[in-house]
């Protein structure tokens, strides 16, 4: 068994580390972030081949592209003044609307956002909306997507090795998309949550938007009961949790905005 875990083990240990910006947390991708964006566009195609994309002159759709490409921009000033422009190599970026009253929104790797319909009924204003347009291209810029599927990777490949040597033909993706599912859909830790919402605010801010309204939209949330959380957040902190940290990384984001 040594010998089969030890490849694992030299790939883990020695897979170039990187920094996430503005957190300067390390992180550890196992795959290039290439393949993963090539495989975002193929699930990203038979998703909208499926969905209620609302058309580009609907005036929902038209205000989820206009913040979209704003933050867009400025993420992409923030990124290239400082270093950071090869986390942008392969971003192909694209913002739609679905129309489907569910409160949820996700950005997949290489810049594809989705807003759902019944989240613009809940962001009263662009500003609302921005903080979480913000937050989903943040799990993007931050290679979210990677470092989950990376981790799902790890226990793919000690899971081959523990068990009967017949269900060992699966290969290592093909289990970490049974394991994942939807890459656009991801279930992120709370800690990934957190981090976006970090470098959400920074962004949603370079690009003229309000971050203080993000404490707002979460006090809203927290006040709007029903189901809780909604999909969009699932594995998030609390409401309580959240709007604290938001408050805490307020006092602080000058740093990163002027």
Known sequence: MKTILLPLITVVLF???SKVPITDRKQTHLMPE???????????????????????SDVRAMRVAKIGEKIKIATEDFLN?????????????????????????????GGKVCVYTGLLDLADSDDELAVVMGHEIAHAIARHGNERMSQQMVLSGVGSVLAPAD??????????????????????????????????????KL?????????????????????????????????EKRIADIKEFLQIIEEFTD
């Not at 393949?35 to 580009?56: D, G, H, R, W």
Request: hydrophobic share 40%; charged share 20%.
């Open 81 to 109: 003044d400082r270093g950071y422009e090869k986390r942008l190599v392969g971003f192909e970026w694209e913002f739609k609307t679905v129309d489907e009253e569910i409160i949820n929104a996700w950005c997949m790797p």
């Open 207 to 239: 690009a003229g938007y309000d971050p203080e309204s993000a404490i707002t939209f979460w006090e809203k949330m927290a006040a709007s009961g029903g189901e809780k959380p909604p999909a969009i957040f699932s594995t998030h902190p609390s409401d």
């Open 15 to 17: 897979t170039a580390c």
């Open 167 to 204: 269900t060992t033909q699966v290969s290592i993706y093909q289990q970490v998309f049974m394991g994942v599912g939807t890459l656009g859909m991801l279930k992120y830790g709370r800690g990934h949550e957190s981090e976006s919402d970090k470098l959400g605010l920074v962004f949603m």
């Open 34 to 56: 290439s393949n993963l964006i090539a495989m975002s566009k193929v699930q990203y195609a038979e998703f909208l081949a499926a969905a209620k994309v609302l058309p580009a």
